[in-house]
């Protein structure tokens, strides 16, 4: 029985991926250690010790053994995994082994929950302090936690415990990153800053009060929709056909994360509810509450009125009333169906269902009924997360709904496809919108909404490469801060995205971001023998569209590749520990050594190689070479600039070479000024 390496799990012998974390359960080529953004969130409860002296080990044990159980169950429940119990603290870890792309988010929920529920334990005689923190660490993937070894390492986890520390009773302090990234979805109150052991400034913090939001839903930013507006007129067409001849029709938009799905979504059902039609949206998560039929359980419960405060007795009687009403004039058995729903939604209706058919089938004959009484678009969002059965039934439902005002509207990343390659197969009323990157031009516009007009705009178009989301995230971080990172929000969303890659795959697609935005086949021969098949693995690259093959290739007789968006290539490389890097680094140097030609492009990856690598003698001499081939062509601004960078690797005690160096400095930049003088245009005559 293979047992998981991240948490301990045991798992059957058919599993390929642990059941409880997602880790891989593979045996050959344990994960190493990589660089994470994590969350990671303490739990201690409050006074126990002075307690536990009073008490019998038996009855300390007694106390717990649940307390440790329902955090447990809690944390892990939203993503996360233990890391380790320490005496009455529990440390939790989002974002290792696997990346969510949320993962803050989801250690802020699990802090709610456990604050809320741990109460229930020991008579309600049991307070607690909480600590949530995000920030870069150093993870071993191969760790096994269950069994006392450690994950995760870095100044994050310090600070952590020390906010918990700080914490009040039976509440919940976050850390700077981490209300940065949940404050559009959790309330916060602020606080004095901590003065934290070790730390040489007061940490800010803030206490956590609650969620703003439903699991998984993000508010909008209620900005116009810009650039889709060829989707939104193919999605008003469908709609027309639906609503005044009653065709139904299913639409899948598919997206990257961030590319605007959910935004075009909220927008055409803005334009439907406004010309008379009912708009319905739910939502599939990968964690907690997510159950069989989520999506469409939440839809039911919207048409029915209920609420998640009712209790299960009032939920049964609101869908016996609704479906009556619904019903009145057809053949089918309201309460039949109001049985059937209810086993969708999750209580005891009063009638279980024969088969899945049946449940099919009284699912159907509801939303008819509902799309009867007046037009009706049902929004499935994130169904790349939704279960097998939930997407046989979407599926279903466009296949058997005839002669209604019906539209069905799904939400999809592209890895739907990996895990439902037919998806959708078989169907005539079906169409699948795929959402680019904005251009250039609506990119822009986006920005300057953001920003203003200023000369920053042309450095988030360029990182963010037409993702509306990372627009937002990055003009937010240039308003708020001056570090020029790259925003936690972003990084987490690339990170979720390589995470989900099959192992060879992720691992040739961080090889390769070592050689740059551009590589070669020859260099990911070069940097890791062991690839495997480096055709097919470019080939699933290709197709996830995370790289794209070039036309034409600076090396002869070498593909040559590119990532498509410059943030996977910088997120994949921000995995690696720096002695990885530097490892890699030197035998991709050595790769472009051996190959033939001396453009001025493979000077200047010699130069970034080697200076990466370590070795800045060499660095040194390639960035001389560059700079002496600038001034060759009259760059002689440029041949400047790479003598001082030549300069910054030269040794202070190497007087000789850092004169000589200094000397091409003065004279490269004294011939650009003059040079601009010459080309300066003469005053006209008089």
Not at 120 to 137: F, H, M, P, S, Y
Not at 179 to 203: D, L, M, N, Q
Not at 361 to 374: H, I, K, N, T
Not at 389 to 418: K, Q, Y
Request: proline residues 4%.
């Amino acid at each position: 029985m293979p047992i998981c390496r991240a948490c301990g799990q045991d798992n059957p012998e058919v599993a390929r991926f642990c059941l409880a974390c997602g880790a891989s359960l593979s045996v050959e080529d344990p994960p190493g250690v990589e660089r994470r953004i994590v969350t990671v969130i303490f739990v201690d409860l409050v006074g126990f010790t002075a307690r536990a002296e009073r008490l019998d080990p038996e009855e300390v044990q007694a106390v717990l053994t649940p307390y440790h159980e329902r955090v447990r169950r809690e944390i892990e429940s939203f993503g996360g995994v233990v890391e380790k119990f320490i005496g009455d603290a529990v440390m939790g870890l989002f974002g290792a082994p696997l990346a969510h792309g949320d993962d803050a988010e989801r250690a802020v929920r699990a802090a709610l929950v456990v604050r809320d529920s741990v109460g229930e334990l020991a008579g309600g005689d049991l307070q607690i302090r909480i600590a949530v923190n995000t920030g870069e660490a150093v993870v071993s993937l191969g760790a096994r936690p269950a069994f006392g070894e450690s994950m995760v390492a870095g100044d994050v986890v310090n600070t952590a415990a020390r906010l918990q520390a700080a914490a009040p009773v039976n509440g919940i302090v976050v850390g700077e990153e981490t209300y940065r990234e949940t404050r559009s979805v959790i309330e916060y109150e602020p606080t004095e800053p901590v003065v934290a052991k070790g730390k040489e400034h007061p940490v800010e913090a803030w206490i956590t009060v609650r969620a703003l939001t439903e699991a998984g839903e993000r508010p909008l930013t209620g900005s116009t929709v810009v650039g889709r507006e060829s989707e939104l007129s193919i999605l008003r067409t469908f709609w027309e056909r639906a609503s005044s001849e009653k065709q139904p029709h299913l639409v899948s938009i598919f997206g990257s994360a961030g590319v605007g799905k959910s935004t075009i979504a909220t927008e055409f059902a803005r334009i439907a509810t406004e010309g008379g039609a009912r708009a319905v949206r739910g939502r599939s998560l990968p964690y907690r509450e997510s159950g069989t039929y989520g999506s469409i359980a939440s839809q039911l419960m919207q048409l029915c009125d209920v609420f998640e405060s009712d209790s299960a007795e009032l939920v049964a009687d609101k869908l016996r009333g609704r479906t009556a009403e619904l019903l009145a004039n057809g053949d089918a058995d309201p309460n039949l169906v109001a049985g059937h729903l209810g086993v969708i939604v999750g209580i005891d209706a009063g009638n279980e269902a024969a088969d899945r058919d049946a449940l099919f089938s009284s699912a159907r004959q509801f939303l008819e009924g509902a799309a009867r009484e007046q037009p009706t678009v049902l929004v499935f969002e994130d169904i790349h997360w939704a279960d097998t059965n939930m997407l046989d039934l979407i599926e279903a439902l466009a296949t058997r709904v005839r002669g209604l005002p019906l539209l069905l509207l799904t939400l999809s990343r592209p890895e739907l496809h990996d895990t439902r390659a037919g998806w959708a197969n078989g169907i005539s009323a079906y169409t699948a919108l795929t959402l680019a990157p904005l251009g250039e031009q609506h990119a822009r516009e986006l920005a300057v909404r953001r920003l203003g007009d200023t000369e920053r705009v042309d450095e988030v178009i360029r990182v963010a490469e037409g993702n509306p989301l990372f627009i937002e995230q990055l003009a937010a971080a240039i308003d708020e801060t001056a570090s020029g990172t790259l925003p936690t929000s972003v990084r987490a969303l690339v990170a979720a995205r390589l995470d989900a890659l099959p192992r060879a795959e992720r691992a040739l697609l961080i090889d390769a971001s070592v050689v740059g935005k551009v590589f070669w086949e020859g260099a990911l021969h070069a940097v890791g023998p062991g690839n495997g098949d480096l055709t097919r693995l470019l080939e699933e690259l290709e197709r996830r569209d995370l790289v794209r093959r070039e036309q034409s290739s600076m090396i002869e007789g070498e593909q040559q590749f590119a990532f498509t968006h410059v943030l996977i290539r910088d997120v994949a490389y921000d995995l690696l520990p720096r002695a990885d890097r530097a490892r890699r680094h030197r035998l991709i140097a050595e790769f472009f050594e051996s190959s033939p030609g001396a453009s001025r492009e493979k000077i200047g990856a010699l130069a970034r190689h080697w200076r990466n690598a370590g070795d800045h003698e060499r660095a040194v001499k390639q960035l001389v070479r560059a700079a002496e081939q600038a001034e060759r062509g009259w760059a002689k601004d440029h041949a400047a600039f790479l003598y001082r960078e030549a300069l910054e690797l030269v040794p202070v005690e190497d007087v000789e070479q850092t004169s000589a160096l200094r000397r091409r400095v003065a004279i490269a930049s004294s011939a650009s000024f003059h040079l601009t003088d010459v080309r300066r245009p003469e005053s006209p005559q008089a």
